[in-house]
């Protein structure tokens, strides 16, 4: 049975940081594409970051660039997510989610509709 399991939210003042990590099981997890998305009640879900399975490169959206940093330690079996001077519109729920690696994947990894695997969330709350 695939789990995804997050960890790592709470509440910050504006400026401060939080890190995200995701516990992947049931699964082989280094073979499978990794990204972080987040939602706001009456928004659609959105993408935040994105990590292939080797961890090669790192995709942001452009609202998070230059504050969020992604990561992964596949012998850990362990999803990060580094969330550095947070502003009060990053609250929202977080969640990592699964993707099988392919020529899709690339063209468009921030895409929801890519992954097949999904945590229950981590609450993010920033405060000003």
């Known amino acids: 049975q695939v789990q995804l399991v997050e960890s ?5 003042q504006a400026g401060g940081s939080l890190r995200l990590s995701c ?3 049931g699964y082989t997890y280094r073979r499978y594409c990794m990204g972080w998305f987040r939602q706001t009640p ?3 879900r959105e993408g935040v970051a994105a990590i292939p399975s080797g961890g090669t490169s790192t995709y942001y959206a452009e609202y998070v660039k230059g504050r969020f940093i992604i ?3 596949n012998a850990k079996n362990t999803l990060y997510l580094q969330m550095d001077s947070l502003k ?3 609250t929202a ?7 099988p690696c392919g020529g899709s994947w690339y063209s468009s990894p921030l895409t929801q509709y ?3 695997y999904w945590g229950q969330g981590a609450q993010v709350i920033v405060s000003s």
């Open 8 to 12: 790592g939210g709470g509440s910050v």
């Open 23 to 25: 516990a992947p099981s």
């Open 42 to 44: 009456g928004k659609e």
């Open 71 to 73: 990561s992964r330690d």
């Open 88 to 90: 009060p519109e990053d």
């Open 93 to 99: 729920m977080y969640y990592c989610a699964a993707a």
């Open 114 to 116: 890519q992954y097949n």
